[in-house]
């Protein structure tokens, strides 16, 4: 399985960018894909993640309501819609195979999110 995520850059508090997270060798048709980050100084932590079965989702508490994940299946690509964002969402972002850190089994090269002024 590999994982490329994009998208990321330096953006003003309030404002918006989307993530893309283009995927591939997944041997079956149902998979989970899922966004963590890594702020300076903190432990990785789950930001969403999206089930290609029912179509699924799963949001944090901090990011509920401003982030929105979806994904196109025909070109194989999540995306992760990161409305209002506030200078604690800079961050180094990653896609993964899984939900739970416990159960990542493949992390695909961050994408660097900057939010300031």
């Known amino acids: 399985v590999q994982l490329q995520a994009s998208g990321g850059g330096l953006v003003q508090p309030g404002g918006s960018l989307r993530l893309s997270c283009a995927h591939s060798g997944f041997t079956l048709d149902e998979y989970t894909i899922g966004w963590f980050r890594q702020a300076p100084g903190k432990e990785r932590e789950g930001v969403s993640c999206?089930?290609?079965?029912?179509?699924?989702?799963r949001y944090s508490e901090s990011v509920k309501g401003r982030f929105t994940i979806s994904r196109d299946g025909a070109k194989k690509t999540v995306y992760l819609q990161m409305n209002s964002l506030k200078p604690e969402d800079t961050a180094v972002h990653y896609c993964?195979?899984?939900?739970?850190?416990?159960?990542?089994?493949?992390w695909g090269k961050g994408t660097l999110v900057t939010v300031s002024s």
């Open positions: 993964t195979d899984a939900c739970m850190y416990s159960r990542v089994q493949n």
């Open positions: 999206i089930s290609s079965r029912d179509g699924n989702t």
